[in-house]
């Protein structure tokens, strides 16, 4: 499944690495036509951080509780 674009997820993860998952947000940019859908990016972009190390709680940190924090949600 390809996102659309070239994309060095060992780059990504060791940028993630560096500045601690509490900081980091994931999201795709994608929804544009001739783009695969934001739902298969993420997904995409979720399975090659796991395959680098990253456990399902950090994922969900960056997925989900990051964000929100950001927004005043939580």
Same mark, same amino acid.
């Given at each position: ?9 060992? +780059?990504? %993860? /060791?940028? #993630? ?8 947000? *994931?999201?795709?940019?994608l929804?544009?036509? +001739?783009? %695969? /859908?934001? #739902? ?8 090659? *951080? ?25």
């Amino acid at each position: 499944m390809a996102i659309g674009c070239p994309v060095c997820w060992d +780059g990504l %993860a /060791d940028a #993630i690495r560096a500045t601690n998952v509490e900081h980091n947000v *994931l999201d795709t940019g994608l929804g544009q036509p +001739g783009n %695969a /859908d934001p #739902i298969t990016g993420l997904d995409q972009m979720r399975h090659e *951080l796991a395959a680098r190390g990253f456990s399902r709680c950090e994922l969900r940190a960056m997925m989900r509780d990051n964000p929100a924090r950001l927004l005043g949600l939580t």
